[in-house]
């Protein structure tokens, strides 16, 4: 458990100790000493003895036992004490400042300097290319930094921090989630709160890349008034940043068998100006050979980046397909963990079955029926023409009965259909009884509410102004004209071609070619498909739907209006298509484009309900992209047999992260909302991240979600040793690259504890028989050499 650092001003801590030493409380002052007590001492002694007629030896040994004397004599004077004090004992303290900040998950390459390189592998717990920052620091202070400190006597306080500091108890307390890198707020506060503390030194380790907070310099001159050297310690490479990276835009979690797959990314460079164009690959990636190459396009690396949209072939393959994009990495690149991303698509077999109600049979009806009844053997449809006579066959698809009625309940349409296509219907026309009218309209509404894809394609007559005030106008992707009056007001005897909203990215929906200036050729360009003639204004898209496809020049107070608009509500998909003449498409091309837009739009729909797999089993995450220090909400919408809210107190489902390694998770039923349940979850490293639903061994349903750093710890990570190395200079500290952490020791020699006087005690040194014992010792052996040498 980490404890704020306001709980750790506490009362200084400090041993009481006792010291003895022995002092002259009459002595004179040292030169006095020197130059007139010891020389008069020797001249006594010289004319005690200097003339008499000994040996030399007897002389030397006579003088010294004279000088001695006196020497005994003198100290005797001065009063020798013993003094016996009591003292408080402050151990030196160092404050350890490890950077916790979401970019020390980085991984650098250390390509430009071998000896560097060689330092930090032997920090490293594997190859030193997959280590992170984090693990390094850790490393190092574990097994050079603390060890030594403690050995020297020193107390180490060790704090982690991103945007503030917080106490450690140890490395392992590392989580490397932080959302900035304050430096200067890590060493003001850790400084403030153990004021009164013997503090004598400041260590930081970070790559020193500040992003927010206090200014390094006004922290360091914080540190500097109070007397405490801050060291430094960059962690990661430092060379000047040279980093080619890839972040992913989107991408499908879910596709049908027999779909192309569309992948979008965007794609960096910094530091990559002398670089021409990059290769950015699209493969797919299995366990058990090498990546197949799908995909691949140049793009030039530039610091506000490309967006690069690359698409899979269709290819007759189910389950779990595992992709990568990637870039190779370049000369003397300072980062490579960034030059690839990596998904799973979850591809299903399951036959779409469509629902198609028209009100008449105009051309459009007609070309889109022949089109679902033949063209793609994944699609069940049965259609019904209100228009028909009772004795009427209604068409379906050959394994199908022709439908007697239009299906008006919640449960007919759940069991039987993934996508309904409503032509110029009324809706209380399908039936004599207007409550039908009522009862297919709440049925549809439920149905897309479960996950279901609804198509509303304009007529002149009852599409969309039928729907007005009815539950789907909530439906819709755009907002309507509640008066009615809005309607269209071009001369039908001009064609116009519609122009893409995105035509460099356009919505898989719209994409009828792989390249994107063909595919723009092809809707508006001369040459390309034929145009409409007429179309059903509204007012315009509503907030969160995405439009396709305008107008090319008919506009209102909001733009030209939309032809084309997708949207969600909540978990199903629906379209309104404001024309009504795709099936003029196949002049030129045949059926080509005409069925492959049909197609894409009725896939797209469908995989509200299909991306699961069950579709009583709903798995999500309200993002696809979560920051490192956010929590991930998961959601399971779960039905029963009935297709009716499960009524279940939980939900157990299973997640992974990069390394692939399961790990169990029990969803919690949310109180007034039957069958939704809900948990959070917290992830420890960036990356791509899955979850998914089991049943009887089976994987139903399943959700992809990224995690990734922070965006002010994303937008540069490289370090800064500049800014540490500022820090240090102003501070007296020394600055140190990890590699050369061995370096910094030198800066704690040890024994510098302080220590503060509580008593003291003193006893005469001299009023012992000790002295006595040792003046009589002194006089004896110099009387006896004497009587020796015959000296009276």
Known sequence: MTLPLATMAQAVESQAGTSESLRLLDVPPLWVVVLIVFPLFAVITWLGYGKENISTPARAVLSALRFAAFALLFVVISRPVLVERREEVYPAEVMVLVDDSASMRRKDSYSGDAKTRDALAKLAPGPLGDTTRAELVERALNDELLGTLASRGYEVKLFGFAEGATAWTSPDDATGRGAGTHVGDAVAQVLATQRGRYVTDVVVLSDGRQNGGLPVLEAARTAGAAGVPVHTVVVGDTRPERNALIELVEAPNSALEGDEIAVA????????????????????????????????????????????????????????????????????????????????????????????????????????????????????????????????????????PPLARVPTSRQELLDNYDVVILGDVNPYAISADPADGEAFLIALREFVEAGGGLLFQAGEYDNPRGYVQTPLEDLLPVVLDPTGVLSFEGDTRNEFNPVLEDPTNPHEIVRLHGDVQTNQTLWEGPGGLRGFYWYSPVERAKPGAEVLLRHPAHENNHGRYPLLTVGY??????????????????????????????????????????????????????????????????????????????????????????????????????????????????????????????????????????????????????????????????TGGKAVGLANVDDLVDEFPGDEERREPISSRLDDAWDHWGTLLLALGLLSAEWILRKRVELV
């Not at 140049?298 to 506000?304: F, K, P, R, S």
């Not at 420890?684 to 750093?709: H, K, M, N, Q």
């Open 265 to 400: 990314v965007r794609v960096l460079g910094r530091g990559t100006e002398d670089v021409g164009l990059a290769q950015v690959l699209l493969e797919e990636v299995s366990g058990s050979g090498d990546p197949r190459l799908l995909s691949e396009q140049e793009v030039a690396l530039t610091e506000g980046g490309e967006r690069v949209v690359l698409v899979a072939p269709p290819e007759a393959l189910a389950g779990e397909r595992r992709f990568r994009v990637s870039v190779p990495t370049l000369p003397g690149e300072t980062m490579t963990d960034d030059n690839r991303v990596e998904f799973s698509v979850h591809v299903s077999t399951a036959m779409l079955r469509v629902l198609y109600v028209d009100g008449y049979p105009r051309w459009e009806y007609r070309y889109l029926k022949n089109m679902l009844l033949r063209a793609d053997k994944k699609i069940d449809v049965q259609c019904f023409l209100l228009s028909a006579t009772a004795d009427f066959p209604q068409e379906s698809s050959r394994d199908l």
């Open 569 to 730: 509500f909540p978990s199903g998909r629906t379209m309104f298509f404001a024309v009504d003449a795709t099936w003029m498409w196949r002049y030129h091309y045949g059926d080509r484009y005409h069925e492959r837009f049909w197609r894409n739009a009725i896939r797209w729909l469908a995989l509200g309900r299909l991306k699961s797999g069950d579709r009583r089993y709903r798995l999500e995450t309200p993002r696809t992209t979560y920051n490192l220090d956010e929590r991930v909400a998961l959601e399971a919408r779960v039905l029963d047999e009935d297709f009716r809210p499960s009524e279940r107190p939980s939900q157990d489902v299973a997640w992974s992260g990069p390394d692939g390694r399961p790990n169990p998770l029990k969803l919690l039923a949310v109180p007034d909302r039957p069958g939704v349940y809900r948990a959070a979850l917290q992830v420890d490293r960036p990356g791509l991240y899955r979850a998914w639903i089991e049943v009887a061994g089976e994987r139903i349903s399943s959700t992809e979600f990224e995690v990734v750093l922070p965006s002010r710890e994303n937008a540069n990570p490289s370090p800064d040793p500049e800014a540490l190395r500022v820090l240090a200079a102003t």
